[in-house]
């Protein structure tokens, strides 16, 4: 709800705008949304946050500009983390929305011990945290390892991937086809109209398998017919992430959106732990998913066929395995497990970066579980997805990513080929 004055809201360009979302961590370690309360910017106007803490206000351009919280009404036992940092400075770019963020605390949590932080209640959370993390970044970490398995390629764009199926999800679920050939708009969803979420990431899912064949075919099968080294393949990895990149932020623009379905939801408790029922069909679903990628991989014609080609793919070529055919399905479920992993993440907020704001975890899950090993891949997610969110008991939650690179960092030195991985011979 916007509380400026018309006058001052005249000139206003709705296309940027300074945004943010109002929340705190209570003394069990949940996230509570605050709602109601005032953030204004002078001479332009001002909003209060919604009930899931949210609030944007529109600003007439680019430039630099202070906002301000009204201390007055947040709710009691809430209060800001540094009580002078009331007002923020904001530099909105000519590109979109600039977020900002007020930090909370509540006086439990001011007061709270030593002892409380490492309670077995929160570590727990933190916990289930850290496996729904692992389960999403598990299926995208397998389709990398994977690729790297069959070809030897360090694939940067992969990242890539994971932000198509974010944006195809949130096209299909949205608009559906009839958003980009507006003459379908009298055929039924999702040709002339958007579709439930759940239908939404099947066909996003499928999006990203037609992206992976497609990058394979054009670009990195072209590039192997013509002797290209792998490590002018791996640059052109990240070049060819750029240029997507770049290609998803203008045709999708700079600024955040969220699902039409299942955008916000309040937690349910479950055996004392807070999870929304999203987040539990997610985890559920992904546990479905990696399972069947395990015996695909164990008991098919097919998988062993990649497992083959993994190990060896000289003598799985003498066997009489078409290593191309096999490298070309290697894409196409890479590319629809990065997908479904794009659609999870972008539960919270779709963003037209946000594989490359991942990418890191991945690698670090990849590297810690094995190179070219899949289920090396699913235990080094899970071990990443829990370490990132235990360290939150001792660090910033804003720096909790960082735990990714020292893993990454650690498992390097310690056990360069991963958990799963074996050793071999150089020279």
């Given at each position: 709800?916007?509380?400026?004055?018309?006058?001052?809201?005249?000139d206003?360009?709705?296309?940027?705008?300074?945004?943010?979302?109002?929340?705190?961590?209570?003394?069990?370690?949940?996230?509570?949304?605050?709602?109601?309360?005032?953030?204004?910017?002078?001479?332009?106007?001002?909003?209060?946050?919604?009930?899931?803490?949210?609030?944007?206000?529109?600003?007439?351009?680019?430039?630099?500009?202070?906002?301000?919280?009204?201390?007055?009404?947040?709710?009691?036992?809430?209060?800001?983390?540094?009580?002078?940092?009331?007002?923020?400075?904001?530099?909105?770019?000519?590109?979109g929305?600039?977020?900002?963020?007020?930090?909370?605390?509540?006086?439990?949590?001011?007061?709270?011990?030593?002892?409380?932080?490492?309670?077995?209640r929160?570590?727990?959370?933190?916990?289930?945290?850290?496996?729904?993390?692992?389960?999403?970044?598990?299926?995208?970490?397998?389709?990398?390892?994977?690729?790297?398995?069959?070809?030897?390629?360090?694939?940067?764009?992969?990242?890539?991937?994971?932000?198509?199926?974010?944006?195809?999800?949130?096209?299909?679920?949205?608009?559906?086809?009839?958003?980009?050939?507006?003459?379908?708009?009298?055929?039924?969803?999702?040709?002339?109209?958007?579709?439930?979420?759940?239908?939404?990431?099947?066909?996003?899912?499928?999006?990203?398998?037609?992206?992976?064949?497609?990058?394979?075919?054009?670009?990195?099968?072209?590039?192997?017919?013509?002797?290209?080294?792998?490590?002018?393949?791996?640059?052109?990895?990240?070049?060819?992430?750029?240029?997507?990149?770049?290609?998803?932020?203008?045709?999708?623009?700079?600024?955040?959106?969220?699902?039409?379905?299942?955008?916000?939801?309040r937690?349910?408790?479950?055996?004392?732990?807070?999870?929304?029922?999203?987040?539990?069909?997610?985890?559920v679903?992904?546990?479905?998913?990696?399972?069947?990628?395990?015996?695909?991989?164990?008991?098919?014609?097919?998988?062993?066929?990649?497992?083959?080609?993994?190990?060896?793919?000289?003598?799985?070529?003498?066997?009489?395995?078409?290593?191309?055919?096999?490298?070309?399905?290697?894409?196409?479920?890479?590319?629809?497990?990065?997908?479904?992993?794009?659609?999870?993440?972008?539960?919270?907020?779709?963003?037209?970066?946000?594989?490359?704001?991942?990418?890191?975890?991945?690698?670090?899950?990849?590297?810690?579980?094995?190179?070219?090993?899949?289920?090396g891949?699913?235990?080094?997610?899970?071990?990443?997805?829990?370490?990132?969110?235990?360290?939150?008991?001792?660090?910033?939650?804003?720096?909790?990513?960082?735990?990714?690179?020292?893993?990454?960092i650690?498992?390097?030195?310690?056990r360069?080929?991963?958990i799963?991985?074996?050793?071999?011979?150089?020279?």
């Amino acid at each position: 709800m916007l509380v400026a004055s018309p006058s001052a809201n005249a000139d206003i360009v709705d296309d940027l705008g300074v945004v943010g979302q109002l929340q705190y961590t209570d003394a069990a370690g949940n996230k509570v949304f605050v709602a109601g309360v005032d953030v204004s910017i002078d001479d332009v106007g001002g909003a209060t946050t919604d009930g899931d803490g949210n609030f944007r206000i529109p600003v007439p351009g680019p430039g630099e500009y202070s906002i301000s919280l009204d201390t007055s009404t947040l709710p009691a036992g809430v209060a800001l983390r540094e009580a002078e940092r009331s007002t923020l400075t904001a530099k909105v770019s000519p590109n979109g929305d600039q977020r900002i963020i007020f930090p909370l605390v509540t006086a439990d949590s001011v007061a709270q011990t030593t002892e409380s932080s490492f309670s077995a209640r929160r570590i727990s959370q933190l916990t289930l945290e850290g496996v729904k993390l692992g389960l999403y970044l598990a299926m995208a970490a397998i389709g990398l390892s994977l690729i790297f398995g069959t070809t030897g390629l360090v694939n940067f764009a992969h990242a890539e991937l994971i932000t198509w199926g974010t944006l195809m999800a949130y096209f299909f679920n949205v608009y559906g086809l009839v958003g980009t050939f507006g003459f379908l708009s009298f055929l039924p969803a999702p040709f002339g109209g958007g579709v439930n979420f759940i239908v939404a990431t099947v066909l996003a899912t499928v999006m990203g398998g037609v992206l992976g064949y497609v990058l394979n075919r054009v670009v990195f099968r072209t590039s192997r017919d013509a002797g290209v080294s792998l490590l002018a393949q791996m640059v052109m990895t990240i070049g060819l992430s750029i240029l997507l990149r770049y290609v998803f932020v203008y045709f999708f623009g700079s600024r955040y959106r969220v699902y039409l379905d299942y955008a916000s939801q309040r937690a349910n408790t479950f055996w004392g732990l807070e999870l929304t029922s999203r987040d539990a069909t997610a985890m559920v679903a992904s546990i479905i998913i990696l399972v069947a990628v395990g015996i695909g991989l164990t008991r098919t014609r097919t998988g062993r066929a990649m497992r083959a080609v993994s190990d060896n793919r000289d003598l799985a070529e003498s066997s009489g395995i078409n290593v191309e055919r096999v490298i070309s399905q290697v894409w196409i479920l890479g590319g629809a497990l990065a997908a479904l992993s794009g659609t999870f993440f972008g539960f919270d907020t779709v963003k037209w970066d946000i594989g490359a704001r991942i990418l890191l975890l991945v690698f670090a899950a990849v590297t810690l579980g094995g190179l070219g090993t899949s289920f090396g891949a699913l235990v080094g997610a899970i071990i990443v997805g829990i370490a990132i969110n235990w360290s939150t008991l001792v660090i910033d939650t804003e720096l909790k990513n960082m735990t990714a690179l020292i893993v990454l960092i650690l498992a390097l030195l310690l056990r360069p080929q991963g958990i799963l991985g074996k050793k071999q011979r150089i020279g």
